[in-house]
């Protein structure tokens, strides 16, 4: 037998059917719902409102005035300035240097995106410090801008930086740029502590056609005296030629002559084993004692000859020690290797393009080995140009149209290597003739010009 369960009616049975208890639960989720709205309609409403003072004629202090509840406020200041903080008790002190009529905004964000925003006029009626200057294209020497500072107001120090100078403090000032193309040239101004900056753009027309005649004179070596100048040179020692698999073994100084104005680098012969110190010679380098950043660089030397004699003259960018090879780049102003005489070298190594993949050429002089000759390189932040006897005897350029860290790291400081190898990849490429030595490459001088 099957029992029905007897239940006491609930007030909802007494007062409403069933079949119609469904549609009143979701009018009372309804009314329920609507009150809860209405209540965080009330609880979220804000404004957005700020207040200011002047500190001084250039200084104003703005604070939050904003009521209700919102999450963040975003400050437009009317002068470039912009500031977004969920500290609602910051103050901000803003200067403007300029007299003028600013635009300052507030607006503040709630929980759900909600904006509103306040707007206010300020007045600064003195001008503090308003950055200006002048820059016009000499029309007798469109290479050279005429530079003056018009700046108003006070201020500690000044700055102009162009191409790769910076000149301090030159109210009037004569910026020269040898090449063709846009130019950036940047007025920065100190006060208090703070920078402040300006820029302009000027065209330049020409190539200076005098650029290398204009050079000067900036640092030399003509090897007087009877030894080697230390206040210039340091002797690398060691051997395997750093990676180059040489067999000489570089001497602090045993190979390395000064007398009657030459310097002579000779490589002996210590046995007849053709391995690694089988050979001793000297490499001299101007590492962190003489660095240069552009100019024309020029040495006269008379060069070693024989079967697997490799004497260089070249540069490594300075940053060597941090970055190491090729990032640092290198300038290999003359290479000779003695297996193919008469035919000397310049090549350019980049991370873009280093050992056998480097940017070079070559060419012939039949007395090499005979006469000194001169060989040299204008550097310029926009080219390499290599040369033998004369500026007009350019033998290899290198000159990337887009200019960036992989081909271009020649925009630093390089120093000066003078030496001669044994063997190696490619000094040895077709073995050491061991009759020829001893063998000598004489520097008769160093020379680098540059800009004044």
């Given at each position: 037998m099957i029992r029905k369960n007897k239940m006491h009616k609930t007030i909802f049975?007494?007062?409403?059917?069933?079949?119609?208890l469904s549609l009143f639960a979701m009018m009372l989720l309804l009314l329920t719902t609507s009150f809860s709205c209405n209540k965080n309609n009330q609880d979220s409403a804000f404004t957005a409102d700020f207040s200011y003072s002047m500190k001084d004629d250039n200084h104003v202090v703005f604070t939050n005035e904003s009521q209700g509840e919102y999450y963040s406020l975003t400050w437009d200041f009317g002068n470039g300035q912009t500031e977004t903080t969920t500290d609602k008790k910051k103050d901000f002190t803003i200067y403007y240097p300029e007299a003028g009529?600013?635009?300052?905004?507030?607006?503040?964000?709630?929980?759900?995106?909600?904006?509103?925003?306040?707007?206010?006029?300020?007045?600064?009626v003195t001008s503090d410090l308003v950055l200006s200057f002048t820059a016009?294209?000499?029309?007798?020497?469109?290479?050279?801008?005429?530079?003056?500072?018009?700046?108003?107001?006070?201020?500690?120090?000044?700055?102009?930086?162009?191409?790769?100078?910076?000149?301090?403090?030159?109210?009037?000032?004569?910026?020269?740029?040898?090449?063709?193309?846009?130019?950036?040239?940047e007025l920065l101004v100190f006060?208090?502590?703070?920078?402040?900056?300006?820029?302009?753009?000027?065209?330049?027309?020409?190539?200076?056609?005098?650029y290398v005649q204009n050079l000067t004179?900036?640092?030399?070596?003509?090897?007087?005296?009877?030894?080697?100048?230390?206040?210039?040179?340091?002797?690398?020692?060691?051997?395997?030629?750093?990676?180059?698999?040489?067999?000489?073994?570089?001497?602090?100084?045993?190979?390395?002559?000064?007398?009657?104005?030459?310097?002579?680098?000779?490589?002996?012969?210590?046995?007849?084993?053709?391995?690694?110190?089988?050979?001793?010679?000297?490499?001299?380098?101007?590492?962190?004692?003489?660095?240069?950043?552009y100019g024309r660089m020029e040495i006269r030397a008379k060069l070693p000859s024989g079967t697997g004699i490799w004497p260089a003259i070249w540069m490594l960018g300075s940053n060597f020690s941090t970055v190491g090879w090729p990032d640092c780049g290198e300038m290999d102003i003359m290479e000779y290797v003695g297996y193919n005489p008469n035919t000397v070298y310049a090549t350019v190594h980049t991370p873009a393009g280093f050992g056998n993949f480097g940017s070079g050429s070559s060419t012939t002089v039949t007395t090499c080995e005979e006469?000194?000759?001169?060989?040299?390189?204008?550097?310029?932040?926009?080219?390499?140009e290599f040369y033998v006897d004369s500026t007009d005897n350019v033998i290899h350029t290198y000159a990337p149209a887009v200019k960036t860290d992989e081909n271009w790291p020649f925009n630093q400081p390089a120093f000066f290597i003078l030496n001669v190898a044994v063997g190696g990849y490619w000094g040895g490429a077709q073995g050491i003739d061991n009759n020829i030595f001893p063998q000598s490459m004489e520097i008769d001088y160093i020379k680098v010009y540059q800009e004044k």
């Open positions: 049975d007494i007062i409403m059917p069933r079949h119609k009529d600013y635009e300052v905004s507030l607006k503040a964000l709630n929980y759900t995106g909600q904006t509103n925003t306040a707007t206010k006029n300020i007045s600064i016009e294209v000499d029309l007798q020497d469109p290479n050279r801008v005429n530079l003056k500072n018009t700046t108003q107001g006070k201020y500690d120090s000044f700055k102009w930086l162009y191409r790769y100078k910076t000149i301090e403090d030159e109210v009037e000032y004569t910026a020269y740029f040898p090449y063709t193309g846009n130019y950036d040239i006060k208090n502590g703070t920078s402040h900056s300006l820029k302009k753009t000027i065209n330049i027309t020409r190539d200076d056609p005098n004179l900036t640092w030399e070596d003509q090897f007087d005296g009877t030894s080697v100048n230390s206040e210039n040179w340091r002797f690398d020692t060691g051997s395997t030629g750093w990676g180059n698999n040489e067999l000489e073994n570089y001497t602090n100084g045993d190979n390395a002559d000064v007398s009657g104005g030459i310097l002579t680098i000779t490589a002996r012969k210590v046995n007849d084993n053709m391995e690694v110190g089988s050979y001793t010679s000297s490499r001299l380098s101007t590492k962190g004692k003489k660095e240069f950043q006469e000194f000759h001169n060989y040299g390189v204008i550097w310029t932040e926009k080219k390499l």
